[in-house]
T-cell receptor
């Protein structure tokens, strides 16, 4: 069974540009979450999508947005990039069942975004 | 407010030594979940264990064991007879709401096992 796939693995952008990151969850998983990891702030929750709807949102500005498609694949978009957006962006998927709502997360290897 | 504290930033041990990684959490919820994840150099976080707030039973899985104590709000992780492959960053995390995948992570502990 294929794991969580994130593309691209590395990205270099300049300030002011926008970027789109992609995440393909494990087959059958309907929940996709996004996390930002930086040396200074650590791992921080961005948002979660379940059945194409945003179910949870972290404390990030509106420049960070996401969506989920009917096949559960998800994209994350960051507009008007700032230097501080340089980070490893991790996507995680989970099965989510009514009998086990806090299912464990399976993470991808992440997209390393550098903003110059 | 929720908070996860991993006071140990870096730990180095010699292979075959036992090592304990500490995790202290804060939450006002009575229902919550605690997790441990491992992050090897490749970057992806690997799930190790999940424990809910109503289950204080300690768990052992091979060389790994976890000690959950609600009285001290701690969820510590012990690796017995450490191996070089255990070298990684280990994160403790807390989830408060039922069905929510919003995890609050600690700052992580970097474990280096020296051969």
């Amino acid at each position: 069974k294929a794991g969580v796939t994130q593309t691209p693995r590395y990205l270099i952008k300049t300030r002011g540009q926008q970027v789109t990151l992609s995440c393909s969850p494990i087959s059958g998983h309907r929940s996709v979450s996004w996390y930002q990891q930086t040396p200074g702030q650590g791992l921080q929750f961005l948002f979660e999508y379940f059945s194409e709807t945003q179910r949870n949102k972290g404390n990030f500005p509106g420049r960070f947005s996401g969506r989920q498609f009917s096949n559960s694949r998800s994209e994350m978009n960051v507009s008007t990039l700032e230097l501080g957006d340089s980070a490893l962006y991790l996507c995680a998927s989970s099965l989510v069942t009514t009998s086990d709502p806090n299912e464990k997360l399976f993470f991808g290897s992440g997209t390393q975004l550098s903003v110059l | 407010a929720q908070k996860v504290t991993q006071a140990q930033t870096e730990i180095s041990v010699v292979e075959k030594e036992d090592v304990t990684l500490d995790c202290v959490y804060e939450t006002r919820d009575t229902t919550y979940y605690l997790f441990w994840y491992k992050q090897p150099p490749s970057g992806e976080l690997v799930f190790l264990i999940r424990r809910n707030s109503f289950d204080e039973q300690n768990e052992i899985s091979g060389r790994y064991s976890w000690n959950f104590q609600k009285s001290t709000s701690s969820f510590n992780f012990t690796i017995t007879a450490s191996q070089v492959v255990d070298s990684a960053v280990y994160f403790c995390a807390l989830s408060e709401a039922r069905g929510a995948n919003n995890l609050f992570f600690g700052t992580g502990t970097r474990l280096t096992v020296i051969p």
